[in-house]
């Protein structure tokens, strides 16, 4: 840099001289700024940098990349996007004539200079996704008489919100969202004269939201949710916000009534209240924003009925009001709407008949009405604009076939129908013979009646479920013709007669459910033709004869349950049958066990108690409950067996060992991905990498446990193969989710060698370990869990899949669900960990998860869903820090 100065020295003494009476700064002197500049970038530079030169400096204006003049003067600065990293240097300042200034999406870190405030043309001033991670406090906003747009969205900066910021009364553009900003809202944030655009989303703030931001009376965009916690309700004056046309208060912690003052809001397009704590009814003056179009009150504690008012919103596309308390009947008028796409109003209890003209009007892409207590049929319309790609109805009590159309859909991807008998032709019940239907859940329903033979013409079916249901007679044999089956439950029905030995023709499944029925005769050999299924339960039916030893060779077995059948014999000790454990086998009086790891854990009579005083507790329809609940055990079980717990430590020490040398060669640089902030770096992590601290190996990789120097345990899982697969599946998983039972992702390290996932510090281990100390002859001193923390620890698992399953879209599937995945913190809660294997059910790209449950950034209005991977600001929180 001297050097450079030393060269410049000649032309500042010429220019200065000619030019110093209008001050303007001369070109070479703005050249010896942006050459500062790029110097305090760290290397690499781009490319596009490669051109800015002392030696070019006479055609700044001209060919400079990211500079624009106006009269020689440097008047936009655009370095957005360039891949850039280190400091911004106060040095920025000295291009006095600056009126833009961008350097978004780039990777800049330290302080916003405060010297900043002194470019007194400056309107334009975007550092959005970058790591700013100081404070605003030293910056004198009320020298910025003309900044018109201030974008700060997604970075790391912290502390207060700047009191004084209106001070800056130009400012039409506000967007602070996405940062780590705690404290309240100030009120004199109700004193932007101009403001159009003011985000606050997605910080730590907390307080009452102040009313003062009503005078804000030209404001047409207002973001305040996702991870703030603000006590109290909405302020009724926001009401007087006339100018708004979009809303997002979701998920950040409000309670108390919907304020009918929001009627006011004429103009409004958009408003977004869901995930909060809000209860009361839907004011009827929501009927008054007749241009609304996406209404989203979904996951609140709303009662009440749909006012009829609502009828007024005739342009909704989008109508959520899911999981709330809402009752009464689903209004005709949503039959009318002629531009309603999605609807969802599951888990309420919506009571009546499902409006005759659904969809007739209106292009449906995505219905959901499950679990209300809905009656009557399913109308006829739903599909007819060709459109519906998800319906989902079940978990009511609706009867009658399913209307011709539906079978007809060529979009539907997941259907979920009703009660009544499963049509013989398959006509009627969804789909012709030719259909290409490759999932189909009619799973707890109320059909009866029993299995079609022609359910073997839906070949292309790849997921059958009909769990739940009451369905009679015999499995049909031509379910053998379902070569693509992947998944079959059957389970919870009344089924009779033996289990046809045609199930082993399904070649494809991996999962075969045929628990609580009332299946007699042996258990066909036929089974081990089926190369891939690692997943049978035949529990509570009345099969009978011996187990075949034969299901031992089978090496992709790893949970299987026998119990409260008839089978007699002994027990196979052979092949996969070693890994089994006595739940898997209780309840059938005539069955021995000779294998002690197959019998019961502990010495007692089964994992759920006494097999025989459960079959004369259990009623027919609980045993299916039972049987479901057993199993989810007996999976959380026995998986942990079939996972080479010990491997071979030799090759991970040695790279360890690298790992660690690597880190301290200088040209070793780590980038940080961090998903909530952190006050660790990877020098930290990488320091935990070593062999004393191992706490676990599995399959995807090791796990070390460390201490932050803030003084937090964190686990630290080291991916084996650097390919990386597995590893950007885990980390997309998990990056976005947030849920009491599912460990969470705090950030990850990569390298180009080395990949690092730090995850919270579950103190208590995995439920694999504690289960298996337990049964252990002395227990090793370690924890050991009782029946009821068992069963409480199943539950949390359970919600915690759950959630993976149903509230994120497309859903995800663990697929290595095992008790050595299930960990326990200090307070013997269940976090669901390793998602290492975790595919999407559908489609392809990331999974967004629903925030509903969990408070993350990731639920996406459905009519953002299209440019989703198109619109970087919707990774929201993910911090990148270097
Ligand atoms: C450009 O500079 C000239 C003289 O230096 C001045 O007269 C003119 O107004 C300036 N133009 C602009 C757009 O600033
Ligand atoms: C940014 O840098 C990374 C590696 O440092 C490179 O893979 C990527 O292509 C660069 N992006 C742009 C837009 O130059
Ligand atoms: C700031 O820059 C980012 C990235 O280039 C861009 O997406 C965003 O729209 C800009 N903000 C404003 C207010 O123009
Ligand atoms: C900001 O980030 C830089 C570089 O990552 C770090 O050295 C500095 O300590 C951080 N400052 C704060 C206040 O966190
Ligand atoms: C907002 O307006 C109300 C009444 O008009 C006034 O009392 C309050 O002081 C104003 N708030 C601010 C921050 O100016
Ligand atoms: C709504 O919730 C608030 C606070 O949580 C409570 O005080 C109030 O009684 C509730 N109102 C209704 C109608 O349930
Ligand atoms: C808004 O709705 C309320 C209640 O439905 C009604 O009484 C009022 O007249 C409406 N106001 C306007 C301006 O339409
Ligand atoms: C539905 O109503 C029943 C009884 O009226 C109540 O027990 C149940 O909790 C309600 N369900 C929901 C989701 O509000
Ligand atoms: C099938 O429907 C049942 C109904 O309760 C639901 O629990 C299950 O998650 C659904 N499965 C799939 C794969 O959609
Ligand atoms: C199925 O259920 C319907 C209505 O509940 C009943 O009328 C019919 O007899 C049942 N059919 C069989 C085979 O159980």
Known sequence: MALVLLLLLPIFLLSSSSCLVLAIPTLASQAATLLSLKDSFSPPLPPQLRSWTLANYASLCSSWPGVACSNRTVVSLDISGYNLSGTLPPAIADLAGLRFFSAAANSFSGDI???????????????????????????????????????????????????????????????????????????????????????????????DIPP??????????????????????????LGRLTSLVHLDLANCGLQGPIPASLGDLTGLDT????????????????????????????????TGEIPPELAALRELRLLNM???????????????????????????????????????????????????????????????????????????????????????????TRGNYLTGRLEEDGSGGGGSSSSRLSLLNLSSNRFNGSLPASMGNFSWLQTLLLGGNQLGGQIPRQVGRLKRLLKLDLSGNKLTGAVPGEVGECTSLTYLDLSGNRLSGAIPVRLVQIKVLNYLNVSWNMLSGSIPRELGGMKSLTAADFSHNELSGRVPESGQFAYLNGSSFVGNPGLVVVNPKQQVMGGGPGILGGAGTQDERGSSSSSAVMGRLKLLLAAVGLLGFSVAFAAAAVATTRSAAMLRRRRRSSSWRWRMTAFQQVSFGCEDVVRCVKENCVVGRGGAGVVYRGTMPGGECVAVKRIVSAEGGGFQAEVETLGGIRHRHIVRLLAFCSGPEAKLLVYEYMVNGSLGEALHRAGADDGGGGVVLSWASRLRVATEAAKGLCYLHH????????????????????????????????????????SECMSAVAGSYGYIAPEKEGTKNGDPRKQANQKDIK
């Not at 010297?115 to 910056?139: C, E, K, M, V």
């Not at 130009?170 to 967007?175: E, N």
């Not at 977004?272 to 704590?277: C, E, G, K, S």
């Not at 050595?820 to 013997?828: C, E, G």
Request: charged share 15%; glycine share 10%; with cysteine.
């Open 113 to 207: 200079p405060p010297a900043i405030a002194a470019l007194r043309d400056l309107r334009h001033l975007n550092l959005s996704n970058n790591q700013f991670n100081g404070t605003l406090d030293a910056l004198d906003f009320s020298a910025m008489h003309s900044l018109q747009v201030l974008d700060l969205y997604d970075n790391d900066l912290a502390g207060a919100l700047p009191t004084l910021l209106p001070a800056a009364a130009g400012l039409r553009h506000l967007d602070l969202g996405g940062n780590f900003f705690s404290g309240t809202i100030p009120p004199s944030f109700g004193r932007f004269p101009a403001i159009q655009f003011l985000s606050l989303a997605g910080n730590s703030l907390s307080g």
């Open 322 to 412: 899911f999981i709330n308390r809402f009752r009464g009947g689903v209004p005709d008028f949503l039959g009318d709407l002629r531009s309603l796409q999605v609807l969802k109003l599951w888990q309420n209890n919506f009571t009546g008949a499902i409006p005759a003209a659904l969809g007739r009007a209106a292009p449906l892409r995505e219905v959901d009405l499950s679990t209300n207590r809905l009656t009557g049929e399913v109308p006829r319309w739903l599909c007819a604009r060709g459109q519906l790609e998800i319906l989902i109805l079940l978990d009511n009590f609706l009867f009658g076939p399913v209307p011709e159309g539906l079978g007809a859909c060529p979009t539907l």
């Open 271 to 302: 408003l977004y209240l869901q995930t909060n704590q809000l209860n009361g009814t839907i004011p009827p003056s929501l009927g008054n924003l007749t241009g609304l179009r996406f209404l989203d009150v979904s996951n609140n504690a709303l």
């Open 212 to 237: 003062d931001l009503a005078n804000l009376s030209t404001l047409r965009h207002l973001f305040l949710g996702y991870f703030n916690r603000f006590d109290g309700g909405i302020p009724a004056e």
């Open 807 to 846: 509230d994120c879209s497309p859903p995800i599937l663990h697929r290595d669900v095992k008790s050595n995945n299930i960990l326990l913190d200090a307070r013997m809660e269940a976090h669901v960990a390793d998602f290492g294997l975790a595919k999407f059910l559908g489609g392809s790209g990331a």
